[in-house]
């Protein structure tokens, strides 16, 4: 029987986690894309609109996320549903704000959130101790073992980001609820599918981002073809 010896090497949980809350603090001390309490410059041409301040522009030059636009052009269409986006005006909505945070006022809801994640898989009790020479089935079940082991750390880190989000999120909403009205800069990709940029409340985040924002010109849905756009 031919045997094989194995190694990996696998961070901690616990430095995961370290390692994605210096991400965070990383990305706090830079250029960070926010809602906007006024109406975003319309874009006139592929480089001239979005953000006000020289400084979010210099980070974000382009309504081509990541790459110059073809030629310095962009269809006229296609500027026209960028503005019409940009121009929406959205509001905080209060109501789902005060609920979060009187159930945090209770609950750690990070806490809730990250400690929502199954078991770290045990190892086998047929995999023989570390230095020891295996068969061929343990060392199959090994790789299996640590493959369920991967997904576990990435799982765990990812509920551990969605924690930070969601903490950031409430923060941000509680900051923008007396503003009756805020805007997204909106940009698009080379494929010209639309980004509204916003780190944490945004109308195409995560449930609970998108949750925290409503209309803020709200008009009846009083017809069939207004349920259909709705």
Not at 69 to 85: G, H, K, Q, S, Y
Request: with cysteine.
């Amino acid at each position: 029987t031919q045997v094989m010896k194995v190694s990996s090497v696998f961070l901690s949980t616990e430095v995961l986690i370290l390692v994605d809350k210096l991400t965070d603090i990383v990305c706090a001390a830079g250029v960070i894309a926010a809602p906007m309490v006024c109406e975003p410059a319309p874009w006139t041409t592929p480089y001239n609109g979005g953000f006000l301040t020289e400084e979010m522009r210099r980070q974000y030059p382009s309504i081509i996320l990541s790459q110059p636009a073809v030629n310095n052009t962009i269809p006229e269409r296609v500027l026209r549903a960028v503005n019409a986006i940009q121009s929406t005006a959205w509001r905080v909505n209060t109501k789902l704000l005060d609920s979060l945070l009187a159930i945090r006022s209770t609950v750690n809801l990070t806490s809730l959130v990250a400690a929502a994640i199954y078991p770290k898989p045990e190892r086998p009790a047929t995999i023989p101790a570390k230095g020891v020479e295996m068969t061929e089935s343990q060392i199959r079940e090994l790789i299996i073992w640590k493959r369920e082991v991967a997904a576990w750390y990435t799982d765990t880190l990812q509920h551990q980001r969605t924690s930070s989000k969601l903490s950031l999120m409430l923060g941000d909403a509680a900051k923008y609820r007396e503003y009756p009205a805020i805007y997204f800069a909106t940009f698009v990709d080379s494929r010209y599918r639309v980004y509204t940029m916003s780190r944490s409340i945004n109308p195409q985040g995560m449930d609970v981002a998108k949750a925290l924002l409503e209309f803020a010109e709200g008009a009846p849905i009083d017809s069939p073809e207004a349920a259909r756009w709705f």
